[in-house]
């Protein structure tokens, strides 16, 4: 059964800062999601990542993926009070259309 | 271009109820999903489809039912309603696997 971890859970953090939230899964994927959510709203897309060694970036957001160690990474660059949410990782197992979430990590920037 | 929309957008329940959750897209999108998220918690998927006649049980698929007779349409079936149920359930679409995903407004759902 995939498995999908994300950490921190929670995450406070001061504005102009720099974190990376994780994601990690237990079997072969061959698809990556990351996905934004503000409170009682819907998912917002941010990247679809499809390759080992893919990098992706949009303002202060960076993604990227190592399928050989199941592990992909949300780094946040001078965090910024509007980047307040949760986000949530999402894994598809190879030769499967199903996508499988990570339990999501709150993020809460403060000045 | 609306995009995926889902209706209705509240709805609460009395236990042992039946009803569905309705969910259009506009972008000819062969992918839909359902998705409910608990309290706290991340997405956990009931069905998806990969076209039109074509359906598959998602992680929790117990207690729901679905069909796909058109492109377009996406309906999710409850039927006897349990407290269990309650949750906010989401239906998102996609192009094809590998793509993104777009997600509708929910519908929270509360059975008591």
């Known amino acids: 059964e995939l498995k999908v971890e994300q950490n921190p859970l929670f995450l406070s953090m001061q504005e102009g800062k720099n974190y990376t939230i994780y994601c990690n899964y237990s079997t072969t994927s061959d698809r990556l999601y990351w996905y934004r959510q503000d409170p009682g709203k819907s998912l917002e897309s941010l990247f679809v990542?499809?390759?080992?060694?893919a990098v992706k970036q949009e303002g202060r957001l960076m993604a990227s993926l190592d399928t050989k160690a199941r592990l992909s990474t949300l780094h946040i660059t001078a965090a910024v009070h509007d980047l307040s949410a949760t986000y949530f990782c999402?894994?598809?197992?190879?030769?499967?259309?199903?996508?499988?979430f990570g339990t999501g990590t709150r993020l809460q920037v403060f000045p | 271009n609306a995009g995926v929309t889902q209706t209705p957008k509240f709805r609460i329940l009395k236990i042992g109820q039946s009803m569905t959750l309705q969910c259009t897209q506009d972008m000819n999108h062969n992918y839909m999903y359902w998705y409910r998220q608990d309290p706290g918690m991340g997405l956990k998927l009931i069905y998806y489809?990969?076209?039109?006649?074509?359906?598959d049980k998602g992680e929790v698929p117990n207690g729901y039912n679905v069909s796909r007779s058109t492109t377009e349409d996406f309906p999710l079936r409850l039927e006897l309603a349990a407290p269990s149920q309650t949750s906010v359930y989401f239906c998102?679409?996609?192009?094809?696997?590998?793509?993104?995903?777009?997600f509708g407004p929910g519908t929270r759902l509360t059975v008591t």
């Open positions: 999402a894994v598809g197992p190879i030769n499967t259309d199903k996508l499988i």
């Open positions: 489809s990969v076209g039109a006649g074509i359906t």
């Open positions: 998102a679409s996609s192009a094809s696997s590998g793509t993104t995903q777009y």
């Open positions: 990542l499809l390759s080992n060694g």
